[in-house]
């Protein structure tokens, strides 16, 4: 029994020896490729696995840094001027004031209102004073709504992404320059087509918020409500019809002056064909 005990106390004694070279090796192993290792484990995030590249932030600098909002601000307003005419020349002196611009504009006129629909561009440190000046020009204001769009967070977030495609795409050119068969550079330039498509995509995005963000955009209706007595009356409806159908007449004489050759060809023509028969009912009397 005491033999038996010796030798199991022996083994267990042998055998941890064996693990503690064998844990020894492994941390000499490690510790000899771990940089390598490291390397190509961060070469694999950043090239083959995008998705984690795309959701990175760097945490060393933009974190700490102040951020600036991103604020998308329009307004709708819709005013009635008593003059039209002197309102208009009176925006046209904001426009000028304010270093803004018409984008676009639609004018309609009837007989009870003169109407115009403007789209104003203008800077953004300047939109609260053109929107109140462009309501001092009116003597009531129908309606008028502003809206703020913060646009900060999918700025930033499209900035980190464009960011990290960025580098994924210097990551594929290192890669191209060590690529050696034609298999190897068609797929890397396919890769890399697709990033290119994507950050321009991303860059278009970015241009576009900054545009909206820098320029305010102000929707303006204005319209003169034409007073009833300046309607026109029954009696000047009358006198514009009958002026109307004496124009008609004119028109259809000039017409007929113009068509004169084909109307006397006409008039031979029938003259021609009654003499013909006149003359065939005195040959054959019935």
């Not at 070469?43 to 909002?69: C, P």
């Not at 502003?146 to 580098?167: G, H, M, P, S, Y």
């Not at 102000?218 to 009696?235: A, C, K, N, R």
Request: hydrophobic share 40%; proline share 1%; charged share 30%.
């Amino acid at each position: 029994m005491k033999l038996n005990l010796i030798y199991l106390i022996s083994i267990w004694l042998f055998l941890a020896a064996c693990s503690g070279q064998n844990d020894d090796y492994s941390e000499s192993i490690e510790a000899e490729y771990a940089p390598e290792m490291l390397a190509m484990s961060e070469q694999e995030k950043r090239v083959n696995n995008e998705s984690d590249l795309e959701t990175t932030i760097n945490e060393t600098g933009e974190n700490n840094e102040k951020i600036e909002k991103k604020i998308i601000k329009t307004a709708n307003i819709s005013i009635e001027v008593e003059d039209f005419k002197n309102a208009r020349a009176a925006l046209e002196a904001l426009l000028k004031k304010y270093n803004a611009y018409v984008a676009d504009e639609s004018e309609q006129n009837d007989d009870y209102q003169i109407t115009d629909a403007l789209t104003i561009r203008v800077k953004a440190d300047n939109f609260n004073k053109l929107l109140n000046d462009v309501s001092g020009l009116a003597v009531h204001v129908n309606s008028k709504h502003i809206k703020l769009a913060d646009v900060t967070e999918e700025f930033i977030d499209i900035t980190t992404r464009l960011k990290n495609k960025k580098q994924v795409e210097q990551q594929y050119l290192e890669i191209l320059k060590k690529a050696r068969t034609i298999n190897e550079i068609l797929q890397v330039n396919e890769h890399l087509r697709v990033i290119r498509e994507e950050i321009e995509s991303k860059e278009g995005r970015l241009k576009y918020l900054n545009s909206q963000v820098s320029l305010s955009t102000i929707y303006l209706s204005m319209y003169q409500q034409i007073e009833s007595t300046d309607y026109p009356s029954f009696g000047h409806k009358l006198l514009k019809a009958v002026e109307g159908g004496w124009d008609g007449i004119l028109i259809f004489i000039l017409g007929l002056v113009y068509l004169w050759p084909f109307i006397l060809i006409i008039l031979i023509t029938v003259w021609l064909i009654i003499k013909y028969r006149k003359k065939r009912k005195e040959k054959n009397p019935q």
